[in-house]
T-cell receptor, first 112, second 117 residues
Framework: QKEVEQDPGPLSVPEGAIVSLNCTYSNSAFQYFMWYRQYSRKGPELLMYTYSSGNKEDGRFTAQVDKSSKYISLFIRDSQPSDSATYLCAVNSGAGSYQLTFGKGTKLSVIP | NAGVMQNPRHLVRRRGQEARLRCSPMKGHSHVYWYRQLPEEGLKFMVYLQKENIIDESGMPKERFSAEFPKEGPSILRIQQVVRGDSAAYFC???????????????FGPGTRLTVL
């Protein structure tokens, strides 16, 4: 079983739609949860990070973590064509650990 | 404030040659991480370095790969005798030196895309 599972998509939505991106993980030791956005041929850009369970909101983006089900989500409201990218979830166990474990990424296209 | 810089952005090598990938961390950052992204795969951790020290190289292949982060100059990821399977995007990330929490502060460079012919 992979440590982090993420549906690669592709996911195509109309402009203005609410987008839901998800990952599951297997190791209950993971404490930090991150979402990165990666445009084609570019490096990953940190979007959101969350510690432990709960929600975190930043503008149109909401990150959600449910540690009981080992499930993490990223919601994008009022999606824009500029949101078209690959979204990577990443996890870390904290406690001095620095290795990020990534999902394979979900490719999102927002159609005008 | 310039971000993480990597060069070259694209590198083509023939089998058996050496590849050298360079990474300059963000200003004020002294922690460097290297990740590899194979086609259709997620990013995989390779190595974590601080100035003049390799802290964790558990993700590095045992042979042909090495990394350094000298006191002066960029971090170097070196791949000797490259093979076709080394073709991938190699990303460098850096984090500040004043925090012990690395997880939320890894900033990535644009990557070097290595193609082995």
């Amino acid at each position: 079983q992979k440590e982090v599972e993420q549906d690669p998509g592709p996911l195509s939505v109309p402009e203005g739609a609410i987008v839901s991106l998800n990952c599951t993980y297997s190791n209950s030791a993971f404490q930090y949860f991150m979402w990165y956005r990666q445009y084609s041929r570019k490096g990953p850009e940190l979007l959101m990070y969350t510690y432990s369970s709960g929600n975190k909101e930043d503008g149109r983006f909401t990150a959600q973590v449910d540690k009981s089900s080992k499930y993490i989500s990223l919601f994008i409201r009022d999606s824009q064509p500029s949101d078209s990218a690959t979204y990577l979830c990443a996890v870390n166990s904290g406690a001095g650990s620095y290795q990020l474990t990534f999902g394979k990424g979900t490719k999102l296209s927002v159609i005008p | 404030n310039a971000g993480v810089m990597q060069n070259p952005r694209h590198l083509v090598r023939r089998r058996g040659q050496e590849a050298r990938l360079r990474c300059s961390p963000m200003k004020g950052h002294s922690h460097v991480y290297w990740y590899r992204q194979l086609p259709e795969e997620g990013l995989k951790f390779m190595v974590y370095l601080q100035k003049e020290n390799i802290i964790d190289e558990s993700g590095m292949p045992k042979e042909r790969f090495s990394a350094e982060f000298p006191k002066e100059g960029p971090s170097i990821l070196r791949i000797q005798q490259v093979v076709r399977g080394d073709s991938a995007a190699y990303f460098c990330a850096s984090s500040p030196s004043w925090t012990s929490v690395h997880t939320d502060t890894q900033y990535f460079g644009p990557g070097t895309r290595l193609t082995v012919l």
